[in-house]
């Protein structure tokens, strides 16, 4: 691969270069790189964070566990109820 030379000793002299007539500021250009890849780290971790809860949310649905009644009107209402929570706790406390 070939680098143009004039770009790099353009760069490096004045931490710019042209670029389809515009002057590029190269140490603006790598602040903003830098801030967007914080910005896509934190995202990436909330992103993480959640998947996280909701697999423990499922698991724990998956597990069968709960208020258990002979009646089944009330069984299902509970059943419903524990479900409903899980799931907005997992959600982060609202839908």
């Known amino acids: 691969m070939r ?23 190269t140490d603006s250009l790598h602040d903003d790189l830098a801030a967007d890849l914080l910005d896509a780290r934190a995202e990436v971790a909330k992103l993480t964070e959640q998947r996280d809860a909701l697999r423990a949310a499922l698991a724990e649905i998956a597990e ?3 208020r258990f009644s002979l ?15 899980i799931a907005c706790g997992a959600l982060g406390g609202g839908r």
Request: with cysteine; charged share 35%.
């Open 3 to 25: 680098v143009n030379t004039d770009y790099v000793e353009q760069i490096t002299k004045t931490g710019t270069y042209e670029c389809d007539g515009d002057e590029i500021d």
């Open 64 to 66: 069968g566990r709960g």
């Open 71 to 85: 009646d089944h009107h009330e069984h299902a209402m509970n059943t419903i109820e524990d479900m409903k929570a």
